[in-house]
């Protein structure tokens, strides 16, 4: 089985700080996704990444998926409440292996 | 935007009793899956499909049952519910070969008395 590792697991800041979130594995993963639950609803589809060394910027959201493809981090900049939520890392291919999440907590 | 859906949203019901959890999507999607979430913890897959007329076990084991009989719905049956089975079920589909992307539903929320 594949492990995906999530840190921090919990995060609490302010309004208009940036903040990195990490999924790291000692396994090659031929792609990972990265997901963002709110309370009570289902993980939303955030982002692929497929390629090693690849980023992908979704406004105020930067994913890079590390060279060899056994990590990947979420960057968000000037973090707004809108971006409470867990964060969630996944990859996989016969069977898709989630991260535990990071819980964060965007202080108005 | 997925259209994967769920009902009931929320159940409460009595130990013993026995429940179906539904859920269908309309994407023609090959792949369901069946997750159990407790509140602020990690996704443990307890199902999922390939297809019609195939279902296979997850990692965490589970006394529920789930059948295949049509490519957009994946019911999940409890045959006799307990309190330990109180938790959110989500469940999710993904096209066969594509890196795996899942769609989920908003979830059930089940709580046994």
């Known amino acids: 089985t594949q492990l995906l590792e999530q840190s921090p697991q919990f995060l609490s800041i302010q309004e208009g700080e940036n903040l990195t979130v990490y999924c790291n594995s000692s396994?090659?993963?031929?792609?990972l996704q990265w997901y963002r639950q709110e309370p009570g609803e289902g993980p939303v589809l955030l982002v692929t990444v497929v390629t090693g060394g690849e980023v992908k910027k979704l406004k105020r959201l930067t994913f890079q998926f590390g060279d060899a493809r056994k990590d990947s981090s979420l960057h968000i900049t000037a973090a707004q409440p809108g971006d409470t939520g867990l964060y969630l890392c996944?990859?996989?291919?016969?069977?898709?292996?989630f991260g535990i999440g990071t819980k964060l907590q965007v202080i108005p | 935007e997925a259209d994967i859906y769920q009902t009931p949203r929320y159940l409460v019901i009595g130990t013993g009793k026995k429940i179906t959890l539904e859920c269908s999507q309309t994407?023609?999607?090959?792949?369901m899956y069946w997750y159990q979430q407790d509140p602020g913890m990690e996704l443990h897959l307890i199902h999922y499909?390939?297809?019609?007329?195939?279902?296979e076990k997850g990692d965490l084991s589970s006394e529920s049952t789930v059948s295949r009989i049509r490519t957009e719905h994946f019911p999940l049956t409890l045959e006799s519910a307990r309190p330990s089975h109180t938790s959110q079920y989500l469940c999710?589909?993904?096209?066969?070969?594509?890196?795996?992307?899942?769609?989920f539903g908003p979830g059930t929320r089940l709580t046994v008395l």
């Open positions: 996944a990859g996989g291919y016969q069977k898709v292996t």
């Open positions: 499909s390939y297809g019609v007329n195939s279902t």
């Open positions: 994407m023609g999607h090959d792949k």
């Open positions: 999710a589909s993904s096209e066969l070969g594509q890196n795996n992307e899942q769609f």
């Open positions: 396994s090659v993963f031929s792609s």
